[in-house]
T-cell receptor
Framework: GQQLNQSPQSMFIQEGEDVSMNCTSS?????WLWYKQDPGEGPVLLIA?????ELTSNGRLTAQFGITRKDSFLNISASIPSDVGIYFC???????????FGAGTQVVVTP | NAGVTQTPKFQVLKTGQSMTLQCAQD?????MSWYRQDPGMGLRLIHY???????DQGEVPNGYNVSRSTTEDFPLRLLSAAPSQTSVYFC??????????????FGQGTRLTVV
């Protein structure tokens, strides 16, 4: 069954705000991924993390691989309207393991 | 490059009917996979393939079949549709599953309703 807990489930933010969401696992992972899904579209890979403590940025997005290897965080800085969508975390415990996905965080940006 | 192409985008089936969801990629990716997305849940892996002629089951394979006769195509077959298979289906691909290969490219999805 699903082992990833993603929070918050949804967030309503104002344009310009910085936001943060996280994902926790019941087991140690060696890879964390973050995806964004726009309405009616498939997920798009944003950031991939491969070792504990790793911090990677993609524009205004920054993701971190938690030190415990059981969590990961995604930050969006200076949010803009096009940040609206569902953000999914995903992870796996070894290089040939299957990915597990979180249930997603719905982000709504208000002007 | 078209990326990952899924057809159809929408489909309504009656219980018991069979159908095939098509998926094609033009990036010469070895790894392809099928996921279903249900409200309030993460994507769940149905079947995957690490190369032509090789397929394996994912987390929720019951009621679905796949084949991989070419690198480009990875169709998903519903054998006898049930209302529980109402979902949005995504096909994904990447260079390899192992090491740094991940389902990096997703299709636009097929929204399936079984009545």
């Amino acid at each position: 069954g699903q082992q990833l807990n993603q929070s918050p489930q949804s967030m309503f933010i104002q344009e310009g705000e910085d936001v943060s969401m996280n994902c926790t696992s019941s087991s140690i992972f060696n890879t964390w991924l973050w995806y964004k899904q726009d309405p009616g579209e498939g997920p798009v890979l944003l950031i991939a993390l491969y070792k504990a403590g790793e911090l990677t940025s993609n524009g205004r997005l920054t993701a971190q691989f938690g030190i415990t290897r059981k969590d990961s965080f995604l930050n969006i800085s200076a949010s803009i309207p096009s940040d609206v969508g569902i953000y999914f975390c995903a992870g796996r415990s070894d290089s040939w393991g299957k990915l597990q996905f979180g249930a997603g965080t719905q982000v709504v940006v208000t002007p | 490059n078209a990326g990952v192409t899924q057809t159809p985008k929408f489909q309504v089936l009656k219980t018991g009917q069979s159908m095939t969801l098509q998926c094609a990629q033009d990036m010469n990716h070895e790894y392809m996979s099928w996921y279903r997305q249900d409200p309030g849940m993460g994507l769940r892996l149905i079947h995957y393939s690490v190369g032509a002629g090789i397929t394996d089951q994912g987390e929720v394979p019951n009621g679905y079949n796949v084949s991989r006769s070419t690198t480009e195509d990875f169709p998903l077959r519903l054998l006898s549709a049930a209302p529980s298979q109402t979902s949005v289906y995504f096909c994904a691909s990447s260079y390899t599953q192992g090491d740094r290969g991940m389902p990096a490219f997703f299709g636009q999805g097929t929204r399936l309703t079984v009545v």
